[in-house]
């Protein structure tokens, strides 16, 4: 697996993600970025893991995904959870990250609970 993302995949990660009024995109270790121009400067000069902070519904919870490379494929991977699963999206299919990102969550959140919408 590899431990990096491609800047066209984590440019137009952003610009999905620019969408939604609660995910919010974030380098591996600090906090999220304050806007999409902020992410892509970021990203032009590092090419480490981004990650989707994703809230839960109804709570002030969040769970953390962190998005990296594998040649074509974008792979999302659940870094909450003690057992991680992970998820692969070809890079023309990016715009349709939401639904797996949350079928890939909600399955493994308490029966009753599920993560933010988009």
């Given at each position: 697996?590899?431990?990096?993302?491609d800047?066209?995949?984590?440019?137009?990660l952003?610009g999905?993600?620019e969408?939604s009024?609660?995910?919010?995109?974030h380098?591996?270790?600090?906090?999220?970025f304050s806007?999409a121009?902020?992410?892509i400067?970021?990203?032009?000069t590092h090419n480490?893991?981004?990650c989707?902070?994703?809230?839960?519904?109804?709570t002030d919870?969040h769970?953390?995904?962190k998005v990296?490379?594998s040649g074509?494929?974008?792979?999302?991977?659940?870094v909450s959870?003690?057992e991680?699963?992970e998820?692969?999206v070809?890079?023309s299919?990016?715009?349709?990250i939401e639904?797996?990102?949350?079928?890939?969550?909600?399955?493994?959140l308490p029966?009753?609970?599920k993560?933010?919408?988009?």
């Open positions: 697996m590899s431990y990096e993302i800047e066209h995949h984590a440019k137009t952003i999905v993600l969408q009024a609660h995910w919010k995109v380098p591996e270790k600090k906090g999220p806007s121009q902020e992410a400067k970021y990203v032009e480490e893991p981004l989707i902070r994703v809230p839960v519904a109804g919870d769970l953390t995904v990296t490379s074509e494929d974008v792979v999302f991977s659940n959870f003690d991680p699963v998820k692969r070809h890079s299919h990016l715009k349709l639904s797996t990102v949350t079928d890939m969550l909600n399955a493994k029966e009753g609970q993560v933010a919408s988009f």
